[in-house]
């Protein structure tokens, strides 16, 4: 597909982003005032709230200027991004994140030291390296659990949002098209997504009707 095609679409679909940005703040009301938007070359993820900026991104490359990327997708992704922007814990937990992060940081430069220490005067041979090393693994382990904690607890919120503006289908839809079992300290797996929101929402799976 060409560029400019790419482009035109995207350009089409803004409307349908500031639409659903527009409705999300009417349904989710919420602390901040409502978001910039900024439709962005790329980016790692389609979607994303910046919560410095009070900005909601929308990626155009693979997602806004995508024919094979429904608007139902779009309109998803973006009421999930509201539902970050909605979130009155989110300044909290942002905090809470950098903070056990940088703290774990730290403690990990000082284990290398350790081992680099217990290297030079025990030698090779000297068990005493692992203990820092292990202390390390310990706290990097603690720190990834404590920080997806908090992420998981914001993208549930998020997803649950969501689901007020543009209905429980619509953010399953857009969950399912994620590779499943992949999680990391940001977001949950999405089978675990889903299963909150048809927990959330009391709506049976598939198979069970
Ligand atoms: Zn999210």
């Given at each position: 597909?060409?560029?400019?095609?790419?482009?035109?679409?995207?350009?089409?679909?803004r409307?349908?982003?500031?639409q659903?940005?527009?409705?999300?703040?009417?349904?989710?009301?919420?602390h901040?005032?409502?978001?910039?938007?900024e439709i962005?070359?790329?980016?790692k993820?389609?979607?994303?709230?910046?919560?410095?900026?009070?900005?909601v991104?929308?990626?155009?490359?693979?997602?806004?200027?995508?024919?094979?990327?429904?608007?139902?997708?779009?309109?998803?992704?973006?009421?999930?991004?509201?539902?970050h922007?909605?979130?009155?814990?989110?300044?909290?937990?942002a905090?809470?994140?950098?903070?056990?992060?940088?703290?774990?940081?730290?403690f990990?430069?000082?284990?290398?030291?350790?081992?680099?220490?217990?290297?030079v005067i025990?030698?090779?041979?000297?068990?005493?390296?692992?203990?820092?090393a292990?202390?390390?693994i310990?706290?990097?382990?603690?720190?990834f659990g404590?920080?997806?904690?908090?992420?998981?607890?914001?993208?549930?919120?998020?997803?649950?949002?969501?689901?007020?503006v543009?209905?429980?289908a619509?953010v399953?839809?857009?969950?399912e098209?994620?590779?499943?079992?992949?999680?990391?300290?940001?977001?949950?797996?999405p089978?675990?997504?889903?299963?909150?929101?048809?927990?959330?929402t009391?709506t049976?799976?598939?198979?069970?009707?």
């Amino acid at each position: 597909m060409s560029a400019s095609r790419h482009n035109r679409l995207a350009a089409a679909r803004r409307e349908l982003v500031d639409q659903t940005v527009a409705e999300s703040v009417h349904e989710l009301g919420g602390h901040l005032p409502p978001p910039a938007v900024e439709i962005v070359s790329d980016g790692k993820s389609e979607g994303r709230f910046n919560l410095e900026h009070n900005r909601v991104e929308i990626r155009t490359v693979r997602f806004l200027g995508d024919p094979s990327v429904s608007d139902g997708r779009i309109r998803a992704a973006v009421a999930h991004e509201m539902g970050h922007w909605s979130d009155p814990t989110a300044a909290a937990r942002a905090r809470q994140i950098g903070l056990a992060w940088m703290t774990a940081r730290v403690f990990m430069i000082v284990c290398v030291a350790g081992m680099v220490v217990a290297l030079v005067i025990g030698g090779h041979d000297s068990k005493w390296p692992a203990v820092p090393a292990a202390a390390a693994i310990a706290v990097f382990v603690a720190a990834f659990g404590f920080m997806a904690r908090l992420n998981w607890a914001c993208e549930y919120f998020a997803d649950a949002a969501a689901t007020r503006v543009v209905g429980v289908a619509a953010v399953i839809e857009m969950v399912e098209t994620f590779p499943p079992g992949r999680f990391s300290h940001t977001h949950p797996r999405p089978e675990d997504r889903i299963r909150r929101l048809r927990k959330l929402t009391g709506t049976p799976r598939d198979d069970d009707s």
